[in-house]
């Protein structure tokens, strides 16, 4: 419908496909040709770059990682299942759990703002954590150490030599990476997490952009 309206050939993308390729080519990434790019956001998606490829899977949908089962819990998640990892560490379990927690009474940076907390969203969180607001930093602690677990799961599965942690929720550094990192050191197997760097997305929000350039370039080369 776009290349009809616009007339210029369109490619279609999962947004944390091209980021894990925005970094891979022009970011982060080194020497490294097997990568997993987190993108930790409202929700959690996932790039796998494998000998220097993107993975797809059989049909396209491969690094669906927010949607491993991972908890015992009654929460539903986006996709209409129970347990996922979403429900309890992605960007939206988080604002639920600031919610929860103002309304029973703990105080924050964004409550002494007068912020109802239905008002709250995600990047007020984020702010507030940059801003040293205790609540926040203590719930993304929480979120990251559950990240932390099923990372390595990922890194028992792909053995990689890097993990990047991408999305809106990487913005808040090393309050994300740290839990995250102790959580990977608890869970994973030495003998393979001791190949494995845990880093901070270098390109952030343009990650996303720039990987979809590179890879409309890739496939209209590929076509010439």
């Known amino acids: ?31 490294e040709k097997d990568v997993l790019f987190l993108n930790i956001d409202y929700g959690i998606g996932m790039g796998i770059m494998i ?17 491993i089962p991972l908890f015992q819990n009654e929460i539903i998640c986006q996709c209409g299942k129970k347990g996922c990892l979403e429900t309890e560490a992605a960007g939206w379990a988080l604002v639920n759990m600031f919610r929860e927690r103002l309304l029973q009474g703990s105080s924050s940076l964004l409550s002494l703002a007068k912020l109802s907390p239905q008002d709250i969203k995600l990047e007020d969180i ?11 930093i203590e719930l993304l602690a929480e979120i990251g150490e559950k990240l932390g677990r099923a990372i390595a799961l990922l890194i028992n599965i792909f053995n990689p030599e890097l993990v990047i942690l991408g999305g809106s929720l990487s ?30 997305s270098k390109l952030g929000n343009s990650a996303g952009v720039i990987g979809a350039c590179l890879l409309v370039r890739d496939r209209l080369l590929e076509i010439a």
Do not use: C
């Not at 776009?2 to 390729?21: P, Q, T």
């Not at 000998?51 to 949607?67: A, C, D, F, I, P």
């Not at 984020?126 to 926040?136: G, H, T």
């Open 1 to 31: 419908m776009i290349e009809a309206s616009v007339g210029i050939r369109v490619f279609l993308e999962n947004d944390s496909r091209a980021m894990a390729y925005g970094e891979f080519s022009s970011g982060i990434v080194g020497d």
């Open 51 to 67: 000998n220097g490829q993107l993975s797809y899977g059989k049909s396209g949908y491969s690094g669906e990682v927010g949607h």
């Open 126 to 136: 984020i702010e507030a954590a940059q801003k040293d607001d205790v609540l926040s």
């Open 171 to 200: 913005q808040t550094q090393e309050y994300i990476r740290l839990p995250i990192k102790s959580a990977v050191n608890k869970y994973s197997l030495s003998l393979v997490n001791n190949d494995t760097q845990l880093k901070i």
